[in-house]
Every structure is written in C-alpha cells, then in structure tokens.
C-alpha cells in the first residue's frame, strides 16, 4: 500500500502497480483466493455498448419530436421524450474514463502523464469530425447566417451555449440543436485537470492510507454533484435565467457518478489485501446488474411523468427540474456501474453489451450522435414530408419506421465519418505518441506534488492518460 506524507513527496516514488490485461477473468476467486478486482486495463469491450445505447436513445427523442409523437401523452410518447437520458448516460461514462487516470494517481496505483498529452487526445478526438458537421450543417441548413463570423465562431468553439438571446429557437441551429450537450463536455474536458489536481490534493494530503484518500475524493466528488443543484436554484432565483441550464455547473452532477465509479475501481485495484470490502462490493454490484437496471428502470418510469417536467418543451417548475436531475443521476449510477465494476472475461453481461454489433455501435456512436439532426433533415427532405413545426403528424408506426430509417443512414454516415475522418486522427496521435511520452514507462515514478504542470495554485502535476481503456477512442 503506497505512503504519502502530506506534500506527496514519497507517493512520487511509488510504483504506479497495474493489472495486465492478461488477468484471469470470469472465476469468483482468483487461484490465490482473492477476490479480482475490477478491470482497469486495456479496452472495455463492454463499455462500448453503453455507449451505443445512449447514443440511440438520444437519436429516439429527436425523431419523436421532429414527428410530433413526443407530445401524445401517451405512454409510449413519455418514453421517447425521455430519451434525452443518453445524455447523463455518456457523461457518466466520460466521468468514468477520463478521471480515472487522477483517481488512480492518488490513490498510487498510476503514474501522472502530462495534461498536454490529455488535450492533444481530447482535440484529435473530438475536433475534425465535429467541425466537419457543423460546416455542412451551416451551409446547407442555415444559409442566412453562414456569412457571419458570429456564427461560425460560436459553433466552431463549442460557445453557442453563453448565447443568451440567440437567432435560433430551440437548443441550437437546425441541424446543431444537440450539440449543447457537447459543449458542455468540452466545458468538462477543460475543467477536469483543475478538478483533478484539487481532489488528488486533498485525497493525499497527511495520510498513507488508501481507504483515507478514496473517501475524500468521493466527499469530494459529492460535493461537486450537490453544486449542480445549488446552481439549478440559482436559475429560477431572484429571476429565470433558464438558458443557463445548458452549461457545465447544471451537468455537473451527470459527471460525478463516473467520477465516483473510477474512484472506487482504482481504490479496489490499489488495495492489496485478498478480500478488501471494497472489491467484495465491487464484485456484488458486477454480479447484481439486473437488480441495478431495475434500480435504473423505476427511476426512469418516474422521469416518464409530471413529476419531472412536461413532456414538451414547456418549462418546467424548479422542483420538476430538481427531480429530473437527480432521477437522471440516478439511472447513469444503477446502469453504468454493474458495467464498470467487472473484472473482465466472459460473462452474460459482457457478451451482451461487448459482442461485436455493440461494439461496432459503440464505436460509431459519436458519429451516430453528430450525424442525427442532418440524416433526420436529410431523409424528411428526401421523402417530401413535414415535420410537426410546419404542419406534419405522425402516428407510433409511422415513428418507428422513420426511427428505423434516420438510425441505418445516420449509422451509415457515422461509419464513413469514422473511418474517413475520425480513425486518421486517432493515428495521427498515436504517430506521435512515442516522442510526447518518452521516457515515461508503466513504471515511471510519479510527478510529485508541486512539480510544473499545472499552475502552482493547484499545486499539483495533472495526470491525463493511462495505460488502460484509450481515451482517443471515447
């Protein structure tokens, strides 16, 4: 178990201890009869099918309202207007993965890489695609404003979001109403190693002990979800200042289980002891993912009434919304945990969710979530037909075999976008991965605290990538 003293001086040499991806996998036990803990090493196949149900469920909710379906009241139609929950779902997921590397530093079972590597990873990742999107978006949806500067910085910079009066109705341009949840990741993208180099601080400092250093960080993290609520109150008083709820503070909470998650999965990796409570919990909750859906699904049937807003774009009060945000921290915790806390091999849960159709889905699904609104315009324009804003209604059937229709050409033009645009990008890091991380080993000591990094009121060098699920590809 590593040892720190207050400024983090001895966790710097600590070796940064990891599983091989060769780990025996499936058994209860493993041959020494310890419990194995969660796998934090290499890619999660099954993570991969997570993110293409959050991905369609998101691309469900934008062709029912383009349908009209959406606003029924029916219960089939609170269902699709709910589909919004893929949202909090790849927040979660993004919380996940991308703090794990500062969870894993301070607990002394990882090294700290340097945060440039983390943002050359973010932006080759994110970047081309998306502007290539918001280019055909702009000049083929929204011509009228494709000579303004304004416009093309607001969505090439991922700032339409601090637009409080703007040309557009809705969330966004059309074509570009879903990417407010976008810039708010980015928003977190930027705000993570700040994040991280204060809870890292705080989790290490005056103690050696890992059980110490994991709860502070979930206090920690807990704190950061509660700031999401505080700041949704702040939205109705003194006065409504509701275009706010599409920034990073409002969604802070839709991150914090993630963040939690890698906490508790780097906790059970760094303590050594055969059964530590902490990888019996992990390995009851792996085991208990139906009890954990069910979880998910009855807070899920409780989103799907009044209690959580309207069912359309009617605003909803502050305690409709308060209830929304904590249902819709609830269902990303029961469902994404069962699936983080696996120790790998072959289980019913990852031969689901990691086959390879999942995992192809899973792959694409960043694509499948830019593509949406242009293949939704697209196949409506193609087929002469109306939508619900100009005059059009469209029944279950009708739905559902327009859902099918945008889902095989938005899943066609995510593969081609993938592979033309977003797959070289990822190469082009990697070409230069070597060079940015020479000399920087699995068994590099950590930088220690207070070392260049990171400015010196955060007192602490940032992590950012690991040798575990690659980043560059979530």
């Known amino acids: 178990m590593p040892t720190s003293s207050g400024n983090g001086a001895e966790l710097a040499r600590a070796p940064a201890r990891g599983y091989p991806d060769e780990r025996p996998a499936g058994p209860e036990h493993g041959?020494?009869?310890?419990?194995?803990?969660?796998?934090?090493?290499?890619?999660?196949?099954?993570?991969?099918?997570?993110?293409?149900?959050g991905a369609f469920a998101v691309l469900l909710i934008h062709v029912a309202s383009e349908t009209g379906f959406a606003f029924t009241r029916s219960p089939a139609s609170w269902v699709a207007a709910r589909g919004d929950v893929g949202v909090p779902i790849f927040f979660t997921l993004s919380g996940l993965l991308l703090f794990r590397p500062w969870a894993r530093y301070a607990l002394g079972n990882g090294g700290a890489p340097d945060v440039r590597s983390y943002s050359i990873r973010r932006v080759l990742r994110i970047v081309p695609i998306y502007w290539v999107v918001v280019a055909i978006a702009i000049l083929t949806l929204n011509r009228a404003h494709a000579r303004s500067p304004s416009t093309w910085a607001q969505y090439l910079l991922f700032g339409q979001i601090y637009d409080r009066h703007p040309w557009w109705s809705g969330t966004g341009a059309p074509g570009l109403a879903q990417m407010w949840s976008l810039s708010v990741e980015v928003s977190f993208y930027a705000l993570l190693p700040v994040l991280g180099a204060l809870l890292a601080m705080v989790?290490?400092?005056g103690t050696p002990d890992v059980a110490v250093r994991a709860r502070r960080m979930l206090a920690g993290i807990a704190i950061l979800a509660a700031v999401s609520f505080v700041f949704?109150?702040?939205?109705?008083?003194?006065?409504?200042?509701?275009?706010?709820?599409?920034?990073?503070p409002r969604s802070l909470c839709w991150f914090a289980p993630g963040m939690a998650l890698a906490v508790v999965t780097a906790w059970a990796n760094a303590d050594d002891r055969p059964a530590a409570p902490v990888r019996a919990f992990c390995r009851a909750v792996a085991s208990s993912a139906p009890a954990c859906w069910l979880i998910a699904a009855l807070a899920f049937a409780l989103a799907c009434?009044?209690?959580a807003g309207p069912e359309g774009f009617a605003a909803p009060s502050l305690w409709q919304y308060a209830t929304?945000?904590?249902?819709?921290?609830?269902?990303?915790?029961?469902?994404?945990?069962?699936?983080?806390?696996?120790?790998?091999?072959q289980t019913w849960l990852t031969a689901v969710l990691g086959n390879p159709v999942m995992r192809f889905l899973g792959k694409v699904s960043y694509g499948v979530f830019l593509w949406q609104f242009l293949a939704i315009y697209a196949l409506f324009n193609g087929l002469g037909l109306k939508d619900v804003f100009h005059g059009g209604y469209y029944n279950a059937i009708e739905t559902l075999l327009l859902l099918a229709a945008t889902a095989i050409v938005t899943v066609v033009l995510a593969t081609?976008?993938?592979?033309?645009?977003?797959?070289?990008?990822?190469?082009?890091?990697?070409?230069?991965?070597?060079?940015?991380?020479?000399g920087r080993g699995p068994d590099a000591a950590a930088a220690p605290f207070g070392a260049p990094g990171v400015p010196a009121a955060c007192g602490v060098t940032v992590p950012a990538g690991e040798p575990g699920q690659d980043p560059a590809k979530d």
């Open 232 to 248: 949704l109150a702040l939205l109705y008083f003194p006065s409504r200042e509701l275009w706010l709820s599409a920034t990073l």
């Open 31 to 53: 041959a020494d009869g310890a419990i194995p803990p969660p796998r934090i090493s290499g890619h999660q196949d099954w993570l991969d099918g997570l993110r293409a149900i």
């Open 305 to 307: 009434t009044p209690l």
């Open 416 to 438: 081609l976008g993938y592979y033309l645009i977003e797959r070289p990008a990822q190469r082009l890091y990697r070409r230069y991965r070597p060079q940015a991380r020479e």
């Open 203 to 205: 989790a290490v400092r």
């Open 324 to 345: 929304k945000l904590a249902l819709y921290t609830i269902i990303p915790a029961a469902v994404v945990a069962p699936v983080a806390f696996q120790a790998g091999g």
